[in-house]
């Protein structure tokens, strides 16, 4: 079993819709976990950081499930501008413990 | 803002070269990292550094070495590259030395095709 798996999509939503990601991790002991955004051909940038207690920041919503231990991702009123692949980046403590998963791509269309 | 910059976007070696990658970051940050990314495979850690002169071997050292001799700039090296070594790298930074909770920023990448 891979330590971060995500579903690559694409997922292909219209504008306004809302859309959610989840990505998985195996180590139970992960203790911080991450959203990041990668545009086409660019590098890639935190989105927002996944608290135990959930978080919200505008249109976009994480959640931490420990016990299923996975995290998602909500992006709510999808925007043209929200078309990106988004990496799920778990961290199981120390520098060599960070794992991205592949990444999600989503296609928001008009 | 962080800024972490990498010497070329595009680069274009043949089979057996030595190739040197370079990265700098002004935000006088510990911890730099050198990944390759990949389709299907996703980012991948080469090697990091947490202190000038130190590193360490991430997930996929073989065929790269590094070098930190100063704190802002952190250098991968292919020592002969190979095609399978084709592939976007990417380099991080990051301030906590703990290791655990601060962001990377990454650098703008450099797409290595080794012919």
């Known amino acids: 079993r891979k330590e971060v798996e995500q579903d690559p999509g694409p997922f292909n939503v219209p504008e306004g819709a809302t859309v959610a990601f989840n990505c998985t991790y195996s180590n139970s002991a992960s203790q911080s976990f991450f959203w990041y955004r990668q545009d086409c051909r660019k590098e890639p940038k935190l989105l927002m950081s996944?608290?135990?207690s959930g978080n919200e920041d505008g249109r976009f919503t994480a959640q931490l499930n420990r016990a299923s231990q996975y995290i998602s991702l909500l992006i709510r009123d999808s925007k043209l501008s929200d078309s990106a692949t988004y990496l799920c980046v778990v961290n199981s403590g120390g520098y060599q413990k960070v794992t991205f998963g592949i990444g999600t791509k989503l296609q928001v269309i008009p | 803002d962080v800024k972490v910059t990498q010497s070329s976007r595009y680069l274009v070696k043949r089979t057996g070269e030595k190739v040197f990658l370079e990265c700098v970051q002004d935000m006088d940050h510990e911890n730099m990292f050198w990944y390759r990314q990949d389709p299907g495979l996703g980012l991948r850690l080469i090697y990091f550094?947490?202190?000038?002169?130190?590193?360490e071997k991430g997930d996929i050292p073989e065929g790269y070495s590094v070098s930190r001799e100063k704190k802002e700039r952190f250098s991968l090296i292919l020592e002969s590259a190979s095609t399978n070594q084709t592939s976007m790298y990417l380099c991080a930074s990051r301030a906590d030395t703990s290791g655990s909770t601060d962001t990377q920023y990454f650098g703008p990448g450099t797409r290595l095709t080794v012919l």
């Open positions: 996944v608290y135990s």
């Open positions: 550094s947490y202190d000038v002169k130190m590193k």
